[in-house]
């Protein structure tokens, strides 16, 4: 595989809300939060087509 991106998107919210390790769901609102996040994508090709095999004829899967 080759390419790559050095594109990092990031957002915050003071609404949003996460669950943290007790499976407790937090409010960020409500605890006068900021949440962010950073999300870095990838874009990836094959360097060789013949690398990539489609099964078809199949009822499951997307």
């Given amino acids: 595989m ?3 991106d050095q594109d990092i998107r ?3 919210s003071s609404e949003a809300s996460f669950v943290d390790t007790n499976g407790d ?3 960020a609102f409500q605890r006068d ?3 962010m996040r950073a999300v870095s994508r990838h874009d990836l090709a094959p360097a060789h087509d013949e690398a990539i095999s489609v099964i078809t004829g199949t009822s ?3």
């Fill in 33 to 35: 939060l900021t949440l």
């Fill in 60 to 62: 499951w899967g997307l």
């Fill in 10 to 12: 990031i957002a915050s």
């Fill in 25 to 27: 769901t937090v409010s």
């Fill in 2 to 4: 080759i390419g790559d």
